[in-house]
């Protein structure tokens, strides 16, 4: 009989391994495509680059298409425009010039000069009937009409432009001011081209000499911002193919590149942030880039989703601006997810520590000494053994010195506000509460032009003089008669009580311009329109069966705001639900997705109260370049609802998957919460520094507008990112306790969404982590190059 064999007892530090390759990559698909990206470097890249040029270039060439009158607006207003539409009775581009003298009829000779310029053109400017005197006699308001299509009308404008300076700097004691549709149209194009100018070359410097200061190095600071404005570039390619099928307003383009420079920075931060902190912390390249993937990538993919889901809730507006501004937002937001957990890990792969080149002494220097190469890790390990294992560990948690310090600043925050979170959270909901408190006076309205570009504004010097002197010239009431016979006695006999109108027999269909009281936008002007609607016209019409619709600047913005204000309830409804539903399925816990709806809400409020405030109020409005104009643009307050629903959730998903990494790997509540704030505070940091910097630009741009949604949105991501992720979402997150992490029984059987990467050490990685902000969770499968199943890359 053989001897016994000896009983070998194998001796091992390292933790159990974790789940399979396979069992990996099914659950986290950021992983797998990470993985790819990685292992197919050239295709990756040369795809995303041939992806970018084949559509900006398609876009440029094809072209982008304005919306129609008929397609932006809302209610009766819209409907007029269509029936004008469909009949093929364009309005050709009308022009008003308002020749002002400083004696009565001294404005004569200027007139009959400027008819003759204006035919000496070569324009089809048609309809020169003698100019309007004015009752002191002091100025003449000449209209004229451009014959020819009114889309391109702008493009044309420019000889009668022309024109009108000439005869004005030929007549000494006589001024002449011109507005009209082709331009208004032309003077805000040129406007719009300087500002978008404006903020690129503001905007880019500003992003990228915030990720200087947060990394220290020029590879790694170009990378989000090179990423972030191939996107773009792609996405207004795409954005001009689909404008041939759904037409947009300019403004979108502005939108589009203002969201995917902030989205697509922030995303390539997170993603290059948790890299970077992997590589400090003692990882060899492969594993490092392994565990972003699965992190932040994962991350990266559940934020891009939910921003884009309540992107979609726009469409339920019923109003194609919003409806251009959600298609804009949701291509960016898409290309520039794709790039950064696509091209981004091929880069990251390709350079290595090389994405360190560059460096800026004093900015971003790491602490510690660099983690060693995979060989050279190797050949210490088999000189050292376990001893080089004690020194990998001691260098966890050691970053690039801007997170460190990030960090720390997060740590002596963090300390108050887990010791005392009642106090904290009634603190933190008290500020927001009373920066919301002035949006509960909220008057919004259409903007007109001397709003929208300010009093000194050379169309808003012309538009006002205009209004002033002739009320109701620059923009009347458009009233369109569409009747089965127009020439029927009872349709004459009440378009007799007009004066201005214009007879289509062949379509049926009239139109008569009514002068209104005031200046256009005024309350004055708010009740002739009504009186015209509700009293004068069913007066004239209506007993002869003919369809009546009024329309024009005034008419469009009160059917516009009429649409909003029905609209916002089932747009809010639907981005609070669907936010709901994904945290839920992302956390698997009703308390965190309750608590990011909540926190959503009271940041918006916030800003709609600092809206309210500074614009229309006036509060602080000098310190920010601005002045009051009495009320909010009607579309913004939807439109940053959206948007903040969206954006919040970078920070959101971000923080709270940190923190459900640590609580994953057995921490207790509150020092995973700790954790799991300390640890992204300097990737949140930077990223909201990125966002408030480009929003900031898009509030110094001319357009009111462009004005109100810059400071709102920078309002709103700085308190999102200081009051709500480091006070309010710590504080109730420690009230809640282990509430936090209770899994609906509904949910049980659904697969986990993996919120940390399996190669990380449960124990090791736990304690080495609390030495700073950077450290990862320490793995065990690879931390020190261990080439198994957990070296996913």
Not at 132 to 142: I, K, M, T
Not at 310 to 330: H, K, N, P, Q, R
Request: net charge neutral; proline share 5%; charged share 20%.
């Amino acid at each position: 009989m053989p001897p016994p064999l000896p009983t070998v007892v194998l001796v091992t530090d390292r933790a159990p391994p974790g789940p399979t390759l396979g069992a990996t990559m099914r659950r986290n698909p950021a992983a797998r495509i990470g993985v790819w990206s990685a292992h197919h470097r050239k295709a990756a890249v040369l795809g995303w680059l041939l992806f970018v040029l084949l559509t900006a270039g398609l876009g440029a060439a094809a072209g982008s298409v304005g919306l129609s009158p008929s397609a932006s607006g809302a209610g009766e207003s819209a409907r007029a425009d269509a029936i004008l539409a469909d009949a093929g009775l364009e309005r050709p581009a009308g022009e008003l010039v308002l020749i002002a003298a400083d004696r009565p009829d001294g404005w004569k000779r200027a007139a009959a000069d400027l008819i003759a310029a204006a035919g000496a053109t070569g324009l089809p400017v048609r309809g020169t009937p003698p100019p309007v005197p004015s009752a002191d006699g002091r100025e003449a308001l000449l209209s004229l009409t451009l014959a020819g299509d009114r889309d391109s009308a702008a493009d044309r404008v420019g000889p009668l432009l022309d024109a009108v300076r000439s005869v004005d700097r030929a007549h000494d004691g006589v001024e002449l001011h011109q507005f009209g549709d082709a331009s208004s149209e032309r003077w805000l194009n040129d406007l719009l081209a300087d500002d978008f100018v404006k903020a690129e070359l503001t905007a880019v410097p500003l992003a990228l000499g915030i990720l200087l200061a947060v990394f220290g190095a020029v590879v790694a600071a170009l990378l989000p911002v090179v990423l972030a404005l191939t996107a773009c570039a792609a996405a207004y390619g795409l954005l001009a193919l689909v404008s041939h099928q759904f037409a947009l307003l300019p403004t979108a383009y502005s939108v589009m590149f203002l969201m995917g420079l902030a989205v697509g920075v922030d995303y390539c931060l997170f993603y290059l942030r948790r890299e970077r902190d992997e590589r400090a912390a003692g990882r060899d390249p492969e594993t490092a880039l392994r565990i972003a993937a699965a992190t932040s990538g994962r991350t990266v993919l559940v934020s891009g989703v939910t921003v884009m889901v309540a992107m979609a809730g726009m469409f339920l507006s019923g109003l194609a601006i919003f409806e251009g501004f959600a298609l804009a937002t949701i291509l960016v937001v898409f290309i520039a997810m794709l790039g950064s957990v696509t091209v981004l890990p091929a880069l990251l792969s390709w350079l290595g520590d090389r994405v360190e080149a560059g460096r800026i002494p004093f900015l971003g220097r790491p602490r510690g000494t660099r983690a060693p190469s995979h060989g050279t890790r190797a050949r210490r390990r088999s000189r050292e053994g376990s001893a080089s294992r004690s020194r990998g560990a001691g260098r966890r948690g050691r970053s690039g010195g801007s997170g460190r310090e990030s960090g720390a600043v997060a740590g002596a925050v963090l300390g108050p506000v887990l010791a005392r979170p009642k106090l904290f959270a009634a603190l933190g909901a008290a500020v927001l509460l009373a920066l919301a408190a002035p949006a509960l006076g909220m008057r919004t309205e259409q903007l007109g032009w001397q709003k929208q570009f300010g009093p000194d504004a050379p169309l808003s010097v012309a538009y006002g003089r205009i209004a002033a002197s002739f009320p109701g010239g620059p923009e009347p009431a458009r009233v369109v008669v569409k009747a089965d016979d127009i020439t029927a006695a009872p349709v004459r006999t009440a378009l007799a009580r007009f004066e201005k109108v214009t007879v289509h027999r062949d379509e049926n269909i009239a139109e008569i311009a009514v002068p209104l009281a005031g200046d256009g936008t005024d309350r004055l002007s708010r009740e002739a329109l009504a009186e015209l609607r509700e009293e004068t016209l069913p007066a004239a019409f209506g007993s002869t069966g003919a369809e009546v619709r009024v329309t024009g600047q005034l008419a469009g913005s009160v059917d516009f705001d009429e649409r909003l204000r029905s609209g916002i309830v089932p747009v809010l409804a639907f981005i609070t639900g669907v936010t709901f539903l994904l945290m839920l399925f992302c956390f698997r816990s009703y308390a965190v997705a309750l608590t990011s709806i909540v926190l959503n809400l009271l940041s918006v409020a916030a800003a709609y109260g600092v809206m309210v405030a500074v614009f229309q109020h006036g509060w602080g409005a000098s310190l920010l370049g601005t002045q009051a104009v009495g009320a909010v643009q009607s579309w913004l307050p939807l439109f940053v609802l959206v948007v903040l629903f969206g954006l919040s959730m970078d920070y959101h998903v971000f923080v709270v998957s940190r923190i459900r990494e640590a609580r994953d790997r057995g921490a207790a509540n509150r020092e995973a919460i700790h954790e799991g704030v300390r640890r992204t505070a300097g990737a949140v940091t930077g990223a909201a520094a990125i966002m408030v910097a480009v929003f900031a630009v898009f509030g110094t741009l001319s357009m009111q507008d462009m004005k109100q949604m810059g400071v709102g949105l920078g309002v709103a991501v700085l308190l999102d990112a200081t009051v709500v992720r480091m006070v309010l979402l710590p504080s109730v997150m420690a009230l809640l306790g282990e509430r936090n992490w209770h899994t609906p029984r509904l949910l049980r059987r659904l697969p986990a969404l993996e919120h940390g990467d399996e190669g990380d050490d449960r124990d090791e990685g736990h304690a080495g982590g609390r030495d700073g902000d950077g450290g990862g969770t320490a793995g065990a499968h690879g931390t020190e190059g261990t080439r198994g199943p957990a070296a996913l890359v």
